[in-house]
Nanobody, 115 residues
Framework: QVQLAESGGGLVQTGGSLRLSCTAS????????GAWYRQAPGKERELVAS???????NYADSVQGRFAISRDHGFKSVWLQMNNLKPEDTAVYSC?????????WGQGTQVTVSS
């Protein structure tokens, strides 16, 4: 049974930085992509960033140039480096790992950016 553990959320001032981590327990086979989503109160969940097995990354326009997604070579960890944070980045951030056989979600970590 694969479970994802997230960490790194918290409270930060505008302009600050946070690094989110997502690590899978159990065996990951057939990794396709990792991704970070976020959901703010009253809003739909949105895709923030994704990275493929080959290392190709994509970002939402709202975070382009400020956030960076990365993964480890064992395809068990995915990180999201968030710089120059803004109040509108406040949300619950969740990671997802996509494999050939299944998709796994983390429980979410709160990120709050104060103005």
């Amino acid at each position: 049974q694969v479970q994802l553990a997230e960490s790194g959320g918290g409270l930060v001032q505008t302009g600050g930085s946070l690094r989110l981590s997502c690590t899978a327990s159990g065996r990951i086979s057939g990794f396709i992509a990792g991704a970070w989503y976020r959901q703010a109160p009253g809003k739909e969940r949105e895709l923030v960033a994704s990275i493929t097995a080959g290392g190709s990354a994509n970002y939402a326009d709202s975070v382009q140039g400020r956030f960076a997604i990365s993964r480890d070579h064992g395809f068990k960890s995915v990180w999201l480096q968030m710089n120059n944070l803004k109040p509108e980045d406040t949300a619950v951030y969740s990671c997802k790992l996509v494999t050939r056989g299944a998709q796994y979600w983390g429980q979410g970590t709160q990120v709050t950016v104060s103005s």
